[in-house]
């Protein structure tokens, strides 16, 4: 069963219509500067209010991803419709957001459709996989560099083939969290806020960082049963990025992640065949087949952690056998220029920064607290890549290109990739 090319066409339309109602918008009150102003970088990162400026388009090769996004602000509210399609295999994603600006603190309400199939060429026999549902982020920032959450979201789960479990269920949970450093690094703000629809970059050379030269984030997620909840968990998840300089002009982006569910529940080591499914645990009846590591918790697979990925190592691509409920990963990049702030012209395209760039990773991902700490099955991985800044028109371009390759892993996670990154800012 496919969803019908409608599903497509109406998430776009009313992703459009929430941009259409917007009027002339009155920019927003320029933020008090910093009491501790970080170091200047190497290259100019790409300012705050033109971060929030539209539209803006990324595109994911060669996963033959795009995404853009479509913003309005009327004088203390910010109106945001995004669309993501991944045009290999149909995947599509709408986001509808109001943002609203008050004094001491800052709210979003949200709601979101994701609709994904299976990539071409796997072995996965399922038809789709459907997650609806809406969110209340609110910030409470104490001054430009530390700032708080709380997230309050429903997930509700669909798939095509009703004979899996978890289809027509809900997640829902609350987070709390807290932010040190820069707001505008999409991996932090995923840990402490929205997980979906977010800007995904290989590389780092054009971001703020924090005071310092460091920024943090840190998270404790909590589902329960209550209401039409279906799931209990609890998730503490923390990510700390560093800059160290080498050079004057050359310079090193260090990041460390790790994850722990502390409390979860194996709810099924087995599943009946039979038309009306049925899972449990113990000894399995006749005929019942073993389910999959990454099915057997009160954990949505969706919310378990990923070692591979463009946000963990970068040679490993994102599967089954590279998900768990405890994971652990550093990544290095070192950047070196190969010329910064000059004006290069490529017909319509002028090439203002171009930076080469170094990788090397390292992690572990399992289903046990201990599994982070077993150096002995840890995945490295280590690559090459080039990151640039271009301006065409009125649209700057940073463009990111990285291959990287595994040097140490298990059979079915070795490999290598090329992961490619376009983001446009007017």
């Known amino acids: 069963m496919r969803i019908h090319p409608a599903v497509a066409i109406l998430s776009i339309a009313i992703a459009s219509a929430a941009v259409t109602l917007a009027q002339e918008a009155t920019p927003p009150p320029t933020p008090p500067p910093p009491t501790n102003a970080p170091p200047p970088m190497t290259s100019p990162p790409v300012s705050a209010d033109r971060r929030d400026a539209f539209p803006s388009v990324n595109v994911y090769l060669p996963e033959g991803q795009a995404s853009i996004r479509l913003r309005k602000l009327i004088k203390n509210v910010l109106f ?3 669309i993501d399609y991944k045009f290999v295999n149909g995947d599509i994603s709408t986001f509808l957001r109001y943002k609203y ?4 603190y800052t709210y979003k309400l949200s709601v979101f459709d994701t609709i994904g199939f299976p990539d071409i060429g796997s072995r996965s026999t399922s038809e789709f996989q459907r997650v609806r549902g809406g969110l209340l982020l609110t910030e ?17 789960l669909t798939f095509g083939d009703v004979t899996i479990v978890d289809n027509r269920k809900n997640n829902i949970y609350t ?3 807290y932010q040190y450093g820069t707001e505008f690094d999409e ?3 995923a ?4 997980s979906r629809g977010r800007i995904i970059p290989v590389l780092t050379a054009f971001r703020d960082i924090g005071p310092q030269k460091t920024s943090f984030s840190v998270a404790l997620t909590e589902s329960a049963k209550i209401s039409t909840g279906d799931y209990h968990y609890t998730k503490l998840e923390g990510e700390v990025l560093r800059r160290f300089d080498v050079t004057p002009t050359s310079f090193v982006v260090t990041r460390a992640h790790a994850g722990v569910f502390p409390t979860k529940s194996t709810i099924r080591t087995w599943c009946t065949t039979t038309t009306n499914q049925v899972c449990g645990t113990g ?4 005929g019942a087949i073993t389910v ?3 099915e057997r918790y009160s954990v949505p697979s969706y919310e378990l952690f990923d070692l591979g990925g463009r946000e963990a190592l970068r040679g490993v691509k994102s599967k089954d056998a590279s998900a768990g409920t405890s994971e652990f990963h550093i990544t290095n990049e070192y950047f070196v220029p190969v010329f910064r702030n000059r004006d290069y012209r490529t017909y319509l395209a002028h090439w203002n920064t171009a930076y080469a760039i170094g990788y090397l990773g390292a992690g572990n991902v399992g289903y046990s607290l201990s599994d982070p700490g077993r150096f002995r099955n840890y995945v490295v991985d280590a690559g090459l890549g080039t990151e640039a800044s271009i301006t065409i028109r009125d649209f700057e371009v940073l463009l990111s290109v990285i291959y990287a390759h595994t040097i140490r892993a298990p059979e079915d996670l070795r490999g290598g990739k090329v992961r490619v990154s376009i983001r446009t800012i007017r």
Request: hydrophobic share 25%; proline share 12%.
């Open 140 to 156: 409470f920032p104490r001054d430009y560099n530390h700032r708080y959450f709380w997230l309050v979201q429903d997930d509700r």
């Open 101 to 104: 600006y008050a004094k001491d």
């Open 187 to 189: 991996h932090l703000n």
């Open 80 to 82: 945001e419709s995004q």
């Open 191 to 194: 840990i402490v806020g929205e």
């Open 292 to 294: 999959p590591q990454i």
């Open 283 to 286: 000894t399995p009846p006749p």
């Open 175 to 177: 987070k709390i969290g």
